[in-house]
């Protein structure tokens, strides 16, 4: 979301990524081109080290924490 300060302290806030309309057309379009994201999914407890390779940039695709097969 970008923020502008505009005369008047007045704020104008919008987003680059659209709606929710927009968005929901996305989904489905990728739904429909068999169109994945590239993820890296890990256990909650493998936390503090995704911490430490997002610092060392050594992070190809985006972290998810799988919860709910951590907490068995």
Do not use: W
Not at 7 to 22: C, E, I, V
């Amino acid at each position: 979301m970008n923020c502008l300060t505009v005369t008047g302290m007045r704020t104008l806030t919008g987003s680059a990524t659209g709606g929710t309309k927009q968005t929901q057309e996305m989904l489905d379009f990728c739904g429909a081109h068999k169109i994945y994201p590239e993820v890296e999914v890990i256990p909650i407890q493998y936390a503090n080290e995704a911490l430490e390779r997002l610092i060392k940039k050594d992070v190809k695709y985006r972290f998810v924490i799988d919860i709910e097969n951590s907490l068995n």
